[in-house]
């Protein structure tokens, strides 16, 4: 894991009642996979993913292909391609193209907390999904919220959630700062899957990380809304 994945596992071993899951004299079947952490008395089962593979050269790539080359600089992707008549179906295709590995991470993801919660019979514990971007510029707050909110509308065969086991993604980026008066402050989103039912206030728990991963940093820490549809 490279260093921002180091840093959050420093961070998330000084939070209250935490057990990192690989420190524990437990005895593992090779048919189960494990998350990173239980939290809050074994309440909350916890597994951190990176983005580790820059994409944009494709995002790029797939941007000329549409008529937009572009000047380096940051843009709003959706309202670039509200310009062309099929926008919508190529922001579609765009979010695809980038965030494959953001799907993947979530369904592996899913299946270590399903395990996990084999592996401890804690089967009422809250699944929380920390996904960490320290590389990938091009996957901007709006294209991750888009993909992530696209995967938790998927069903499994029988109707059921397909990502039934993760209540809270958590989106944490070191590529994105917003420039403020008390000085730069990265973004981080929660991101709720509305089709879970949590046991506990994850709305919560999401400030507790949201604003211990800021002072863990020294850095400001403010919280706004975020509306996808913006711009």
């Given amino acids: ?5 180091t ?3 420093e961070f998330c071993r000084t939070l209250p009642d935490a ?3 690989d420190a524990l004299p437990i005895e593992q079947s ?7 952490f239980l939290l809050d008395h074994r ?3 916890c597994e951190i993913k990176t983005l580790e593979t820059d994409t944009t050269p494709k995002f790029i790539g797939f941007l000329k292909q549409q008529g937009f080359d572009l000047p380096p600089g940051q843009y709003d ?4 391609f509200r310009t062309k008549p099929n926008g919508d179906q190529l922001f579609a295709r765009a979010t695809q193209l980038v965030a494959t590995a953001l799907s993947d991470g979530l369904a592996e993801a899913n299946r270590q907390i399903r395990d996990t919660k084999s592996l401890f019979g804690i089967s009422a514990a809250d699944g929380v999904v920390v996904i960490l971007n320290g590389m990938v510029e091009v996957l901007g707050p709006q294209l991750v919220i888009e993909r992530v909110l696209q995967r938790l509308q998927k069903s499994a065969a029988d109707g059921t959630p397909y990502h039934a086991h993760i209540g ?3 989106y944490f980026s070191e590529k994105h700062l917003r420039e403020t008066r008390s000085g730069d402050a990265a973004v981080t989103f929660p991101i709720r899957n509305r089709r879970v039912v949590p046991i506990r206030d994850l709305d919560a728990l999401a400030k507790r990380f949201v604003k211990g991963w800021a002072e863990f940093n020294g850095r400001w820490y403010d919280e706004q809304a975020w509306d996808l549809n913006a711009g």
């Fill in 1 to 5: 894991m490279g260093t921002l994945a």
């Fill in 30 to 36: 090779p048919a189960l996979k494990r998350a990173d």
């Fill in 77 to 80: 992707v959706r309202q670039l």
């Fill in 168 to 170: 809270l993604v958590l």
């Fill in 7 to 9: 840093r959050f596992i």
């Fill in 19 to 21: 057990e990192e899951i």
């Fill in 43 to 45: 309440s909350v089962i």
